[in-house]
């Protein structure tokens, strides 16, 4: 789901299990605040410490960019409601 106008995106990072596993995730709310949507980026998959590996692309989807032994990638996020 790409964020559509008026909609409002917000990121947070939140303890999974363990004292440090960290993740960060992305809400979806409309103007009026009602929850659309969530995607959680489990930062512990990371091999290396990217400092925003969260983006908003030019076409209104959300983007991560994940760094692995031997090279990165970009996956675009999905949302569950």
């Known amino acids: 789901m790409s964020i559509p106008t008026g909609v409002r995106a917000r990121q947070d990072e939140h303890r ?5 596993q960290v993740d960060q995730s992305v ?3 409309d ?3 009602f929850h659309l949507g969530e995607s959680v ?3 512990a998959d990371q091999y290396l410490e990217v400092p925003h590996p969260l983006t908003v692309g030019p076409d209104g989807y959300v983007y991560a960019l994940m760094s692995r032994p031997d090279h990165v990638a970009v ?7």
């Open 16 to 20: 999974r299990g363990r004292a440090y």
């Open 31 to 33: 103007p009026e605040g």
């Open 27 to 29: 809400h979806l709310s």
């Open 41 to 43: 980026f489990p930062l």
């Open 75 to 81: 996956a675009r996020l999905a949302y569950s409601g």
